[in-house]
T-cell receptor
Framework: DQQVKQNSPSLSVQEGRISILNCDYT??????FLWYKKYPAEGPTFLIS?????DKNEDGRFTVFLNKSAKHLSLHIVPSQPGDSAVYFC?????????????FGPGTRLSVLP | EAQVTQNPRYLITVTGKKLTVTCSQN?????MSWYRQDPGLGLRQIYY???????DKGDVPEGYKVSRKEKRNFPLILESPSPNQTSLYFC?????????????FGQGTRLTVV
């Protein structure tokens, strides 16, 4: 059973509008969450992260929100740009799983239309 | 430039023929890991290493071996590849084993076993 879920395999958004990518997790021991972006033929690259002691983290156009009670996080991209078109992976980790590092979701493919 | 280098980028091989995928990082990271990416499943961890001569199984270790004789290198070995190991493989390194720091990924190795 997947511990990290991204239920939308794909998402299309108009340039300039907001993109919202969602992620749900089942393991209440997860205490750190990251988003990675992946372009075709490249490895994933780190985008933004959030600790479980926070509910929001912002970096430029990217904001991640964490709702611990709902075991849900979301990535907001405002405004969306065509260069944001990529696959986005949500990842989670737990300090008690020392060594095993991240558990990844299946990814959401974002297409930003010009 | 900080980077993780994997070789080869593409490989087609036959069932049972031993192969090695190399991975090298220049960031002096202690933690390194291997993932495989399959459609709908995201990135799943194969093996990880917390330091030289310290390795352990991830979520999907069957059919794989690793070694960590030097800090910078972490090769992935398939002793007898099978078609179900056809996948996209990523090597990653990070400063911390706790999962609270970003991982740097290589560009990936697309392996096809026929």
């Amino acid at each position: 059973d997947q511990q990290v879920k991204q239920n939308s395999p794909s998402l299309s958004v108009q340039e300039g509008r907001i993109s919202i990518l969602n992620c749900d997790y089942t393991n209440s021991m997860f205490d750190y969450f990251l988003w990675y972006k992946k372009y075709p033929a490249e490895g994933p690259t780190f985008l933004i992260s959030i600790s479980s002691i926070k509910d929001k983290n912002e970096d430029g156009r990217f904001t991640v929100f964490l709702n611990k009670s709902a075991k849900h996080l979301s990535l907001h991209i405002v405004p969306s740009q065509p260069g944001d078109s990529a696959v986005y992976f949500c990842a989670a980790s737990a300090r008690r799983n020392y060594g095993q590092n991240f558990v990844f979701g299946p990814g959401t493919r974002l297409s930003v239309l010009p | 430039e900080a980077q993780v280098t994997q070789n080869p980028r593409y490989l087609i091989t036959v069932t049972g023929k031993k192969l090695t995928v190399t991975c090298s990082q220049n960031m002096n990271h202690e933690y390194m890991s291997w993932y495989r990416q399959d459609p709908g499943l995201g990135l799943r961890q194969i093996y990880y290493s917390m330091n030289v001569e310290v390795t352990d199984k991830g979520d999907v270790p069957e059919g794989y071996k690793v070694s960590r004789k030097e800090k910078r290198n972490f090769p992935l070995i398939l002793e007898s590849p099978s078609p179900n190991q056809t996948s996209l493989y990523f090597c990653a390194s990070s400063l911390s084993s706790w999962g609270n720091t970003e991982a740097f990924f290589g560009q990936g190795t697309r392996l096809t076993v026929v």
